[in-house]
């Protein structure tokens, strides 16, 4: 009998390679695919909302991933996409050189995730390298079994995959920093702003480490964890895709105004303020005297858009093309005091992370960091979710040395710090306190072991 190759061994719901390549031929005229491409997501432990604000963050990938099997077709410019969850994802059939940014970010459907990672791939290629590969098109066939909008990043798992099943297609080789940058980009198609966290983790991460990952320029640096704790992931089981709304977008600018405000009143060029690490850098503060600032400047109560345009000395029209976002243009009001006091006091928690890991710090210091991040997430960020607050109060209840939201937010998963030695006693009373209520299984919890980045196969 021939083996079959599994991928997410230690979840229920493993991808099964001779599943993917029998949808594969079913769909695709009974070809074999030619490669396949593994891309995993991530649970970050600290620096949450940071990473587009340029601050260092801090994940690890896990093992469920979204794997691509793929075939070149020549004389042809069609991609062909089909995905094993069929009766969720419908078939696509796409010309290759004529997909639109604008056309990506009309709906956030799997489809175009898929086709922002093609986009973003050829935009790598310089007009020579484009030439040859004309009449080149490919069929692709999806499989995944990250939870989807739930804060592990599978959108960017799907983007990155895409970037590299057609990189690899073309042969053309890239740096894995490089391959992180560009599937940033691309995923920015589809109308998020998001920071690059989630793709450089996807392609960056080693097996066994948590990684340390800074932006501008993009650096990687791993970590071992505690080897007396667990880390658990949970699902509270609300989804919230990041691309439907612009609750998203809105934190983005958020961060963007507080940025721009400060170094108004400070009489910089406010207009190139556009990260709140930029201001900071400019100014060549500390974080805490950025905490300093932030008291200074920014008021608690909401501003409104002509408040802001009053102080920026500019009109709406300018405000909407300096500052926001197409989907954030008709947001009327803004919290700026509290979203960069989270940014700045998260940035400072990452920090102190990154050396209690370093100097064996103790397991209750790290899991306060923990708690903190997520109370600043909820009550400053705003980006919690009353299932989510529960499962943290169960998590806590369940003696989590730590625990807070991972990804995102409004909904999504937790990941909690638990002693290695009281794991399964913890994940059976999340089971009874939690889960019994919903009549979910266990499916929806697992403990994360640091896997490896995005890998590229002949054979699986
Ligand atoms: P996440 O927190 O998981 O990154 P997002 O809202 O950013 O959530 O993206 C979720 C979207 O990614 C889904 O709505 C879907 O379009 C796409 N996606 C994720 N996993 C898959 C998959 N296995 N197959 C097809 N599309 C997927
Ligand atoms: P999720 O929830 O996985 O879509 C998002 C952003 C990250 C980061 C986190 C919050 C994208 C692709 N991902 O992740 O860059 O800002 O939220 O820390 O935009
Ligand atoms: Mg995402």
């Not at 005229?29 to 030619?34: A, F, V």
């Not at 009309?106 to 986009?119: D, E, H, I």
């Not at 499962?391 to 625990?403: E, H, I, N, P, T």
Request: glycine content about 6%; aromatic content about 8%.
């Amino acid at each position: 009998m021939e083996v079959d190759y599994i991928w997410g061994t230690t979840t229920n719901n493993a991808i099964s390679v001779q599943k993917l390549e029998q949808h594969f031929r079913e769909n695709f005229q009974s070809y074999k695919p030619e490669y396949y491409v593994k891309v995993p997501g991530r649970v970050n432990l600290i620096g949450e909302h940071v990473d587009y604000c340029g601050y260092s963050v801090f994940p690890m990938a896990i093992e469920q991933c979204i794997v691509v099997a793929a075939k070149r077709i020549n004389n042809q410019q069609t991609i062909q996409l089909t995905n094993l969850s069929s009766e969720r994802y419908e078939n696509v059939s796409k010309n290759i050189s004529s997909i639109s940014t604008d056309s990506l970010s009309k709906s956030p459907c799997w489809s175009n995730y898929f086709l922002c990672g093609v986009r973003g791939a050829r935009e790598y290629l310089s007009e020579s390298q484009l030439r040859p590969i004309e009449n080149v098109g490919f069929l692709f066939a999806v499989a995944g079994n990250i939870p989807e909008s739930s804060g592990l990043s599978s959108s960017s798992a799907l983007v990155t995959a895409a970037v590299m099943a057609t990189l690899v297609g073309y042969g053309v080789q890239i740096s894995r920093l490089e391959l992180a940058e560009i599937s940033a980009k691309c995923e920015r198609y589809i109308g998020t702003a998001g920071g690059g966290m989630d793709q450089a983790i996807a392609v960056n991460a080693k097996q066994g480490y948590a990684t340390r990952i800074d932006f501008n320029p993009l650096t990687i640096k791993q970590f071992r964890l505690p080897n007396d704790v667990k880390f658990i992931v949970a699902q509270s089981l609300a989804v919230k895709n990041k691309a439907a709304s612009n609750d998203f977008n809105t934190r983005v600018v958020e961060c963007r105004l507080a940025s721009q405000i400060i170094a108004k009143r400070l009489n910089l060029e406010w207009k190139h303020m556009t990260v709140l690490a930029t201001l900071q850098k400019n100014l060549g503060n500390t974080l805490d005297q950025m905490i300093e600032l932030v008291h200074q400047h920014l008021h608690v109560d909401k501003y409104s858009k002509k408040e802001i345009c009053e102080i920026l000395n500019v009109s709406k029209n300018e405000l909407d093309e300096v500052s926001l976002t197409p989907n954030t243009i008709d947001v009327t009001e803004f919290f700026l005091h509290q979203r960069a006091l989270h940014v700045f006091e998260e940035a400072k928690r990452m920090e102190t992370f990154c050396k209690l890991c370093e100097n064996s710090g103790s397991a209750s210091d790290l899991g306060k960091l923990m708690d903190d991040s997520h109370s600043s997430l909820r009550d400053l960020y705003q980006c919690s979710h009353p299932d989510l607050e529960e499962l943290v109060d169960v998590c806590k209840r369940g003696r989590a040395y730590g625990c807070k939201l991972t990804g995102a937010g409004w909904g999504g998963c937790v990941v909690a710090m638990v002693p290695s030695a009281g794991a399964e006693e913890f994940v059976k009373f999340v089971k009874d306190q939690f889960y019994s209520k919903r009549n979910a299984d266990e499916k929806c919890m697992f403990t994360t072991n640091p896997s490896e980045g995005a890998c590229a196969y002949l054979k699986p």
